[in-house]
């Protein structure tokens, strides 16, 4: 949520009208596909409690897991590449919304990063989902206590370099560049986090077998 306002406070207070203007199409796609994903998030929160606090066979546990979390994954990448295939689309329908040049040029600038975010949607859904299930609570509070600062604070970056720096060639994109690589980055934290609870279980069997 921090990410969202500090992005609309810098739209509105450093760009022009142009981009603007871009900026509401190019959330508007956004706003429209990524909630696709959040299907992952709250059946893994659901479904994987139930194995997780199966005590019987702490093998066999950490084997289903094991299980879970490739299938949620795989179902994640599926996902991804759907919707990423569905903003791919948006170049060619550009024109339903607006036929400003400037307006285009700038929402197709942003068209790698909201590719790339919504590419990642899908993993990141379900490995938070699948955080939540295995009750790693602290973990997820920690991550987002941080991104809660970080996020704002290269956002405000690109603010100061316009407004402070007279950077005027920095564009819309930017924001987007800085959304991309916080996906990319949830993703790859999300993942290594999944694969050390994993060594974990099969650790924990291991001692018990």
């Known amino acids: 949520v921090s990410g969202y ?3 609309s406070h810098v739209v509105s207070s450093a760009f ?3 981009d603007m203007a871009a900026q509401q199409i190019v959330l508007s796609f956004f706003l429209c596909f990524i909630p ?3 299907s992952l998030n709250l059946t893994a929160h659901s479904f994987v409690p139930g194995i997780h606090e199966y005590k019987k066979d702490l093998k066999l546990r950490a084997e289903v897991m094991k299980e879970t979390t490739k299938n949620f994954m795989k179902a994640g990448s599926y996902f991804g590449l759907a919707i990423s295939a569905l903003v791919s689309t948006l170049p060619a329908v550009i024109n ?3 036929r400003d040049a400037a307006v285009i040029t700038s929402v197709t600038s942003t068209l790698p990063y909201l590719w790339i975010f919504c590419l ?3 993993v990141v859904c379900s490995g938070e989902g699948l955080l939540l299930g295995t009750k790693d609570l602290n973990f997820l509070k920690n991550s987002f ?3 809660f600062f970080v996020i704002p604070f290269f956002m405000l970056q690109i603010k100061k370099a316009i407004l402070v720096e007279g950077q005027r060639h920095i564009k819309l994109a ?3 560049r800085i959304f991309a690589v916080y996906q990319v980055f949830r993703s790859c934290l999300w993942m290594f986090r ?4 994993s060594q974990k279980d099969h650790a924990k069997a291991n001692e018990n077998a």
Do not use: E
């Open 5 to 7: 306002i500090a992005m």
């Open 194 to 197: 999944l694969r050390v609870l």
């Open 36 to 38: 696709m994903c959040d």
């Open 96 to 98: 339903c919304f607006t």
């Open 120 to 122: 990642f949607a899908g």
């Open 145 to 147: 206590s941080v991104f």
């Open 16 to 18: 022009g009208t142009i």
């Open 174 to 176: 930017a924001v987007w």
